[in-house]
């Protein structure tokens, strides 16, 4: 899929804004064709945690990338892995992801070339097995299962994986905002080996 992989990990608050900052305003993505966004971390709503127990606003997230002129009218792809609200569910041998986030975008015409995909739905809790992430794992194994397709229907199939890992304890949403189809893998181009791995 020949994507360059930047990680930040273990930031502050402070830190994830300079971040953020250096991406809205200092960041050339002229030669990209997209952008991937994984985020992780403990929250409230509409508000993610660094490690001082700072917050950030999710919107925070969004609008650094969508203010980013190399990326107007470039498919923009988010997707967080946190809990959006206090409701939860028990179950055995999977623990609580304790974190919280919600989204408030309506109506930005730069909007329109975003797909943002939660962990789960709105006001429940998000849950990780003894091996981690659920959903980051449900999403690397079905773009590599299906790399073939288009992001909506990968995205379809993780909602129907976490739904029977879970015992229908947990549902993932997405709002796909994109004007047409996106794939990791374009049909004319030659396949490589690569694979996504968590």
């Not at 971040?19 to 993610?48: A, M, P, R, Y």
Request: glycine share 2%.
């Amino acid at each position: 899929m020949n994507f360059e992989i930047v990680k930040y990990l273990d930031k502050t608050s402070k830190e994830i804004e300079e971040i953020l900052w250096d991406i809205e305003f200092k960041t050339n993505f002229s030669k990209d064709s997209c952008v991937v966004v994984f985020v992780s971390s403990h929250g409230q709503k509409e508000k993610i945690f660094g490690i001082d127990s700072e917050y950030v606003y999710t919107n925070n997230f969004f609008n650094a990338f969508n203010k980013n002129q190399t990326l107007s009218n470039k498919p923009k792809l988010f997707f967080i892995d946190t809990c959006r609200g206090n409701n939860e569910f028990e179950i055995e041998s999977i623990k609580k992801n304790t974190n919280l986030v919600d989204l408030n975008l309506f109506c930005i015409d730069h909007f329109k070339h975003n797909l943002i995909a939660y962990s789960t739905i709105e006001n429940f809790m998000s849950y990780m097995s003894n091996n981690g992430s659920i959903f980051i794992k449900n999403i690397c194994n079905e773009i590599n299962k299906y790399e073939d397709d288009d992001i909506s229907s990968i995205l379809r199939n993780v909602n129907n994986e976490i739904a029977k890992e879970t015992q229908n304890k947990q549902l993932s949403e997405f709002q796909d905002r994109f004007l047409a189809n996106f794939y990791f893998q374009p049909k004319n181009e030659k396949k490589d080996k690569n694979k996504i791995h968590i």
